[in-house]
């Protein structure tokens, strides 16, 4: 009886899948609030002020003025880079011949057009009003604000500013948002140069180039076909971001330009076109949208399982197909909103996919909560927090139901497998939410010696406050309001704070930070001692407002600008900086000691106050969190103390071993394609990842990334990174022209095995002698010898030495150096090395010029223009040939610092914990605001559980399940998708006729170059040693000049670009329990 009374008070409900997901008991809509100014005094108990500070209130006149985030830095491919491009797409995304080379990105015809489209737009709304509304639109660069650091300003900004009834402004808001392509972003997918362009053939393939105007022209995507980058003009192939890490470059890119969901569909589409030449069967299932990330689960785990057992491919929808209401006109949906596309080798696999899938459905239980949110913060989220939105569910494996953009809606609904997995996701959407300020500023007695402003005055003030501080402004009856990002309101308000009626006017100004309820103590301080001393220096009134279950609101009120800001500023640095990491459970006793006096001594000396959680803590062992190191400790500090917080951290890790100490993240790029291969190898990778304390994380396959990410302990992810490596096979040509000579001594049994195996020995890395090859040389076919060099990635360090090496023998039968195609040139070793030319020295190398030739060795990773690595400013002209020869070293001469090797990890503050946490467009950050942090993709999020709440729900596991698939398990297949033979293609969604032949070039089956592995050991590590080195040149017959000057080996490592990634929660767990 007393778990029933408990289950009603505390709002749980048990509910079944039959309810769907649009049924639950919502939280109490919020009321909107009085226009006036705010009395002095706290309102009474019950009347708690709302969280919406607009005025809504229908039948009086409002001026709201707002920016339309058009992507318009958004650049367009460069012109002699296309290959190809679909119809119109060119003219859109190329500047104009003849246009000046230092042309912005945002005059670019797609840009300027989509600015044209929004001010017709607003004429038809102002015309067809009949004078009811007005609507303006103002395009112009931002301009710095004085006192205010900003990022850089060149990005033009577009703002409307609609008059009229208050109510019906707010709806024409909506309409503008979501009939305006706002979403523009670029897709990338790599495809092999001879898919398009086979060997033997002249041109690219007419079915390719047809399939892609078919998807351009049903998606209204725009897509074009792009030369690789190690052939663009651009391409710098004597440095080490060139030559090094142009791994994969040789790859040609397709380039997908549209709005969120037309840009996802077009690419999913082109991913399939591209399994089907690979022969690769197509099927669709169906499935709940608001399923898909619960069955997926943390990080994907389940679905690379079954990819990996069943040898498919499974490419699932966008997350968020309804927030954004545009649609391009004429465009026609290629797929369900719910429908999951499977590839496989067979419809066996396939299948067998859709049966597991289907299993996982039948035993997910679901729980779902309600949860309320600032309505006036809903929209800033949907526009600037997505990604965020999407990381934390892919962290946590659960669903967040959004509201359409412009929507007015202050409810969210969160659904997970557990509950604790739903107050995590709550928890962060909580901290995104106090990223994000509200501000009023009331002119309660206007200056007698100025007019007040007329509405072309208000027309032209509103969009300029606008424009420079990227906020949203609401203006009536000589009142503002304001809405946006921390850094965006603080800039409005010293903006408003020069205009001339309001300079001298009395006003009353308030501004309010919404903060997790768990530190409103540590704010306040006891008794209120921080608040009510912030109060008598600055001479303002702050109260703290209730807001929900998660969140509260602290209210700055002051009489003049100075007062609220110095006030305002001196509650920021009240609140709670944060960092959190993870340190295993078994050092905990050690750091915290005989009863605490270990920890209290830390404390103490940084003023920084830590917890520790472990297993039970959070959740229970068994769970994922054993799987996946989350952040078990935290530290928290008053952001005037922020400094100290890394010095905790620090002495913290000082006490645990180097194997487990300081968790960090390394991007390793793979192609894409050869992931299903590394899948299909689980059972592998799980012992490699029990073997060195890691975690290995593959990308989603709709994303079509190459970055696989390894986490774990920093000295044992270069471990795991090597080995890893050696299970990805590479290989590297070498041409050189046809002599007679030359060509009977590459026949030799000397040179194929002697000489072969000394390679083999000293750098890992094979040699066989391939077909001739013919190869056009300023307008010259020649005939070339082939030597194709195979060898695992972990190893492709020595590749440069492997190369010198098998090319001296060869040099002393008449080989001219500049005449190979392949050689690998050496790296610049500094920035210096250019102006050295200028100064003749022996002491000083001088840079080779680029040799015309393809580099594809892959010894480094990382993408384009990203950072140097700590790598790259240890490398010198010597060789080093693998990351782990560097480890042995860094061992005999004895570094034990654990931040000597790698970058920390956790450079960051607190994430959810804090307010105000991320301002677009801004360069500065106060202390206490850690903008930038990305939530890490093997780090999940949690926060303090301080009780259930209510509006709970679970689905049983055991009731009817929705319908999982529109064809039966088991029933017949029809042709779905138009691209391919042999029965691997549907029947037609794209309403395309089958072409014969399609998937085959000359009859024959395209073959992969997956299907070409190479096996061999990753387990040896080439070393340098110039004895060997001279054993070879002893090869070189007497008498014969080499022909070019022997390089010393430039050292490259298989990992020159490990990024640190922080570890990033906030808040801490705790048991869930009903609230006291």
Not at 27 to 54: C, E, F, I, W, Y
Not at 134 to 143: I, N, Q, Y
Not at 162 to 187: F, Q, W, Y
């Amino acid at each position: 009886m007393n778990l029933i009374r408990g289950r009603a008070q505390h709002g749980w409900e048990k509910m079944t899948p039959s309810m769907g997901f649009g049924m639950g008991r919502p939280q109490h809509q919020q009321q909107d609030l009085a226009v006036g100014p705010p009395a002095v005094k706290r309102s009474l108990a019950g009347t708690t002020m709302s969280p919406n500070p607009n005025p809504a209130v229908p039948g009086h006149s409002v001026n709201l003025s707002f920016n339309v985030p058009f992507n318009s830095n958004l650049p367009g491919p460069d012109r002699e880079d296309v290959l190809y491009s679909s119809a119109g797409a060119s003219q859109q995304w190329t500047h104009p011949e003849g246009a000046a080379e230092d042309t912005p990105n945002h005059a670019l015809p797609v840009h300027t057009r989509n600015v044209e489209r929004l001010r017709s737009l607003c004429k038809q709304i102002s015309e067809g009003s009949g004078d009811r509304i007005h609507a303006t639109v103002t395009s112009s660069k931002p301009k710095p604000v004085p006192g205010m650091q900003r990022g850089p300003l060149t990005a033009l900004v577009t703002n409307v500013c609609i008059s009229g009834d208050a109510e019906v402004v707010h709806k024409m808001r909506a309409k503008i948002l979501n009939d305006t392509p706002i979403t523009l972003r670029c897709e990338t997918i790599d495809i092999d140069r001879d898919t398009v362009y086979p060997q033997g053939q002249e041109g690219a393939r007419a079915d390719i180039l047809n399939h892609m105007d078919d998807i351009a022209d049903k998606t209204k995507a725009d897509i074009f076909l792009l030369e690789a980058k190690s052939r663009r003009k651009d391409s710098d192939q004597a440095s080490f971001n060139g030559a090094m890490e142009k791994s994969m470059d040789k790859r040609l890119q397709i380039h997908v330009y549209g709005d969120l969901d037309s840009s996802e569909n077009a690419k999913t589409r082109m991913l399939i076109m591209i399994d089907q030449i690979l022969q690769r069967q197509v099927d669709t299932i169906r499935l709940e949208l608001s399923l898909h990330s619960l069955i997926s689960g943390r990080q994907r785990r389940n679905i690379k399982f079954i990819e990996s057992a069943t040898g498919t491919a499974i490419y699932f929808p966008p997350l968020f197909p309804s927030v954004f209401g545009y649609v391009p006109p004429g465009s026609v949906p290629l797929r369900g909103r719910d429908e999951i596309i499977i590839t496989g080798d067979s419809m066996d696999s396939i299948l067998q996919a859709k049966k597991r899938l289907h299993d996982l459905v039948m035993t997910t239980k679901t729980f779902v909560k309600d949860v309320q949110i600032t309505t006036s913060k809903v929209d800033y989220i949907l526009l600037e927090r997505l990604d965020k939105i999407r990381k934390i569910i892919e962290a946590n494996g659960s669903y967040v139901l959004l509201p359409p953009l412009g929507n007015h809606s202050g409810v969210l609904r969160v659904q997970a497998t557990d509950i604790l997995n739903v107050e995590r996701t709550v928890r962060e959407i909580m901290g995104l939410a106090g990223q994000f300020y509200s501000a009023s500023w009331w002119v309660t007695h206007p200056d007698t010696s100025q007019r007040a402003p007329t509405p072309s005055d208000i027309r032209a003030m509103l969009p300029d406050i606008c424009i420079n501080s990227g906020a949203e402004i609401t203006f009536e009856k000589l009142n503002f309001h304001i809405n946006g990002s921390d850094d965006s309101v603080k800039a409005a308000m010293s903006i408003i704070n020069t205009l001339p009626f309001v300079k001298k006017a009395q006003s009353t100004l308030r501004v309010k930070v919404e903060l997790a309820n768990e530190h409103k103590e540590f704010v306040s301080g006891k008794k209120n001692g921080k608040i009510n001393k912030i109060m008598s220096q600055s001479n303002v009134q702050i109260v703290f407002d209730g807001f929900n279950e998660y969140n509260f609101y602290i209210d700055v009120r002051g009489a003049q600008y100075e007062a609220t800001k110095n006030g305002l500023d001196l509650v920021e640095l009240e609140m709670p900086a944060s960092i959190s990491f993870h340190v295993p459970d078994q050092y905990h006793k050690r750091i915290i000691g005989i009863g605490g006096q270990h920890i209290q001594r830390i404390m103490k000396k940084y003023s920084v106050f830590v917890k520790f959680s472990n297993a039970m803590d959070r959740g229970g062992l068994g769970k994922d969190d054993d799987d996946i190191k989350v952040d078990n400790v935290i530290c928290r500090t008053p952001a005037r103390n922020a400094d100290n917080l890394e010095l905790v951290k620090q002495e913290i890790m000082d006490m645990v071993e180097k194997v487990d100490a300081e968790f960090v993240s390394e991007k390793i790029p793979v192609d894409r394609l050869y992931h299903r291969e590394l899948v299909a190898r689980m059972p592998e990778i799980e012992e490699l990842e029990k073997k060195w304390n890691c975690k290995i994380t593959f990308p989603g396959t709709e994303q079509a990334s190459d970055n696989i990410i390894v986490s774990g302990p920093e000295h044992q992810v270069p471990q795991a990174v090597d080995q890893f490596l050696g299970m990805v096979p590479d290989n590297h040509d070498i041409l050189f022209p046809v002599a007679e000579k030359l060509s009977r001594y590459v026949r030799t049994s000397d040179f194929q095995h002697d000489y072969a195996l000394q390679l083999k020995e000293r750098y890992v890395v094979d040699v066989a002698l391939q077909e001739r090859k013919i190869v056009t040389l300023n307008g010259q076919d020649i005939l070339h010898e082939r030597l194709e060099l195979s060898y695992t990635r972990n190893n492709a360090g020595g590749l440069k030495d492997a190369v010198d090496f098998l090319l001296l023998p060869l040099m002393g039968f008449g080989l001219e150096a500049t005449s190979v195609i392949g050689i690998i040139p050496r790296p610049k070793s500094d920035s210096f090395e250019d102006n050295m030319i200028f100064f003749e020295s022996k002491l000083l190398q001088r840079a080779e010029p680029p040799v015309t030739s393809e580099s594809p060795s892959r010894a480094t990773f990382g993408e384009e223009g990203s950072s140097r690595s700590l790598f790259d400013k240890l490398r010198k002209p010597g060789s080093m040939s693998s990351f782990s020869s560097f480890i042995d070293r860094r061992r005999k001469h004895g570094s034990n610092s654990p931040g000597s090797l790698f970058m920390h990890a956790s450079n960051n503050a607190s994430k959810a914990s804090l307010v105000s946490m991320e301002s677009r467009d801004s360069g500065f950050r106060a202390a206490w605001n850690d903008s930038g942090i990305e939530i890490d993709d093997n780090n999940s999020v949690h926060g303090q559980h301080n009780g259930l709440g209510n509006s709970w729900g679970s689905f049983g596991g055991s009731a009817s399940r929705p319908n999982t698939s529109s064809n039966s398990l088991s029933g017949p297949f029809e042709s779905k998708f138009p691209f391919g033979t042999n029965g691997n293609a549907s029947t037609s969604s794209l309403n395309t006729p089958m072409i014969p032949g399609l998937g085959m070039v000359n009859g024959a089956g395209s073959t992969s170059a997956l299907n070409a592995s190479v096996g061999i050991s990753g387990d040896a590590t080439p070393r340098y040693d110039a004895k060997l080195l001279d054993s070879a040149l002893g090869k070189v017959p007497n008498g014969t000049a080499l022909s070019a000057p022997i390089d010393r080996p430039a050292s490259s490592t298989a990992n020159n670009n490990f990024m640190a990634t922080s570890a990033t929660t906030s808040g801490y767990p705790a048991p869930i329990a009903p609230p006291h």
